[in-house]
């Protein structure tokens, strides 16, 4: 991830949009829904796709036809859910593309799937139920960016094992997730105290908002509510 421009075969191109595309639809009517009961969130809205831009854009060599890089998507996943973080993920993704030649427009349905899909689903699903289990805010704002990072890069070995199975699909599968490893597991725990840190620091300058796009969002207890795990 990003898996580059030309990469995929056309059958692999035409599955991942097709797959992508019902997940950014709904993501789209969610996100305008929250603009016209919440406006006051575009501002958090905005700094979550910030993050999922500038910690992207920095990529390291893996994967013939792939990079190592942190998502970003945790914070999005945990303030807003993974169907509007999908469509963040995709504006990031085309800008990235066209201007940054970092993925390729041909491989935008793939990395849609993986890194504004995957990754954003499992990390909101890792959030809630570390919440649920009265984990603190920390440790559980870690977990999401942690797992939704290594989700990516789970499901980005899948895309790559599909499209060169090789011997086999699983063969070609623990080959790529194997040196995707070297990198993606450093870089997927240094993203999630990165994302930590920054998540106290929005709770102590905006708490009242933070907490109720939590309270909304999550659908369970904020930093501000009673019971709520500190």
Do not use: C
Request: without cysteine; proline residues 6%; positive net charge.
């Amino acid at each position: 991830m990003h898996i580059m421009e030309g990469f995929l075969p056309l059958i692999w191109v035409v599955i991942w949009f097709a797959l992508s595309m019902p997940f950014v639809l709904y993501g789209i009517i969610e996100m305008r829904k929250l603009f016209k009961e919440h406006p006051e969130q575009k501002m958090i809205l905005a700094v979550a796709g910030a993050f999922i831009f500038v910690l992207s854009s920095l990529k390291l060599p893996s994967v013939t036809g792939s990079s190592s890089h942190p998502t970003g998507t945790g914070l999005s996943s945990v303030l807003f859910g993974p169907s509007i973080t999908s469509v963040m993920a995709t504006i990031v993704l085309i800008f990235q593309a066209v201007l940054l030649a970092h993925g390729g427009l041909t491989t935008l349905g793939a990395n849609v799937f993986s890194m504004g899909i995957a990754g954003p689903f499992v990390g909101w699903l890792a959030f809630k139920g570390m919440r649920k289990a009265k984990a603190g805010m920390t440790p559980s704002i870690f977990v999401a960016a942690v797992l939704a990072d290594w989700a990516t890069y789970v499901v980005t070995s899948i895309q790559l094992a599909l499209a060169y199975p090789g011997t086999s699909i699983l063969s070609s599968f623990a080959a790529f997730a194997t040196v995707f490893a070297i990198t993606q597991v450093p870089l997927a725990i240094a993203e999630g105290i990165l994302i930590a840190i920054f998540f106290d620091f929005l709770m102590s300058s905006r708490p009242k908002m933070v907490a109720s796009i939590l309270k909304e969002k999550a659908g369970m207890a904020t930093p501000e509510s009673p019971g709520a795990a500190q």
